[in-house]
């Protein structure tokens, strides 16, 4: 199938709109020249809105673990402590890079089940630097309790990184009032931009705990802080121009739709795929409770019963939509459907058919119809 007809339905990277992709193709302008300096003022001052922050924002190259690794190396030393949090495949990334720059204590739940935030407080009661944890953890599809630990990590002094990348400009997310020291998206997802970005907000607090020198050279926040206050905001080193751009184009996008708008939708999308599910017999992945969501940016399936991954996902392929499968240990036992960014009704709805149609193949259902009538409802509604 040709590409230009195939259609992305993975929690990123998103399908990118033609405006920004027309913006990537801007001719080549000097980093250190003054139209940089708006464009990545501009960005800035939009991204404040879509993380809802008054923090620091910078922008850097890279996917959004450089967002992850920047936040971890500039905060933990080698004797340092950080609490992290997972449930899934990034908060275990997140256990993988404290180890790697200090101490990381690891509090893990299975794979796509709620925190339990007692067991979360006695880990802090021992005593950390920083507590981190994933927003939206999009290899099992749900949202996590960012809210109720960053009132822990208050209480307890600890520095709160949280990972927004699947969920900053796509589920709800307030920065400030949830008392988050630092946030962490990437271009690829809710920002609908290719990827190579990643965006960082740092709060005044966390600052004042950065270690004199970060472990990590490129992805030292403080380098990054200290060029974009300057009169004429900079990177430290050359940034992924092209991709500003396109980033640039996008916020625009986002702020003409308004982003709370555009949050609301992104909601909408997330449980009209939820309502087909339904009709359709396939059931939800993972586990929620009164503060752990499904998450509004990704939903995670668990693959019916007797058809394989390939049958499935390759099926959809070959009509030409592409969704993710499980990673790791659940590999071949999910399936999710990213709904971010530019993702339009029409898009979930090709999506949704073709979907019926492997299950009638499959002999799941015995015709196509009520997975499309559920999310269009939803739609309409
Ligand atoms: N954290 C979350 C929640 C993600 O969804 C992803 C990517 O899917 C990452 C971290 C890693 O981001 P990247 O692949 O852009 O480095």
Redesign the pocket.
Known sequence: MDIEDTLLMI??PVKVAPRVLRALSKPMISHRSGDFSVIYSDCCKLLKQFFETKNEIVVMT???????DAAVAGLIGHDDKIVTISN???GE?FTEIGERYGKAIPVKFEWGTPFDLDRVEAALEGGAKAVAM??????VGLTNPAKEVGKLARKHDAVFIV?????IGGNEFFTDEWGIDIA?T?S??ALAVP?GL?VVSTSPRAEERFLPKSASYYSDLKAHLKSVRKSQPQTPFTPAVSLFFAMQESLHMAAEEGFALRRARTAKQAQSVRSAAKALGIELFPQVNEHTHYSNT?TAMKMPEGVTDDKLRGGMKKQGVIVSGGQDLIKGKIFRIGTMGMCSSSDILRTIQTLELILVKEGKIASCGAGVEAASTVLES
């Open positions: 929690p990123g890279g996917s959004g673990t450089v967002g992850m899934g495949k990034f990334r994933v927003h939206n953890e999009t290899s990972d927004g990348i699947s969920s962490i990437g690829q997802k990827p990643a990704v």
